[in-house]
């Protein structure tokens, strides 16, 4: 059993930043790929950022890349996500989820890679 929390959204301006957190807690975090998800009213979930069990990959969507940064620490059994220059379509629920489907993997932008899923955090980006 894996429990994650998300933590940092809230309003910003267009332009600004948020540093969202998800802490996770239940097995052994530095296991594991995590990944990033937002979904906007009325819009199917989509994939933002992924890394890997160690942290030496990374991925992104196109629609984040140069802006977004995801980033964990293993010892806080924490992953990041670092969101700059934000734009009013970035306004979304976003989610954290880990892979413990199986251990020591790069990450995945596809949603069935990850097993576990955190609660979700609102991003508003204002104009």
């Known amino acids: 059993q894996v429990q994650l929390v998300e933590s940092g959204g809230g309003l910003v301006q267009a332009g600004g930043s948020l540093r969202l957190s998800c802490a996770a807690s239940g097995r052994t975090f530095s296991r594991y790929a995590m990944g990033w998800f937002r979904q906007a009213p009325g819009k199917e979930r989509e994939f933002v950022a992924a890394?890997?069990?160690?942290?030496?990959?990374?991925y992104y969507a196109d629609s984040v890349k140069g802006r977004f940064t995801i980033s964990r620490d293993n010892a806080k059994n924490t992953v990041y996500l670092q969101m700059n220059s934000l734009k009013p379509e970035d306004t979304a629920v976003y989610y954290c989820?880990?892979?413990?489907?199986?251990?020591?993997?790069?990450?995945?932008?596809?949603?069935?890679?990850?097993?576990?899923w955190g609660q979700g955090t609102q991003v508003t980006v204002s104009s």
């Open positions: 989820a880990a892979d413990t489907i199986q251990e020591y993997n790069s990450g995945s932008p596809r949603s069935r890679g990850y097993d576990y």
């Open positions: 890394i890997s069990w160690s942290g030496g990959s990374t």
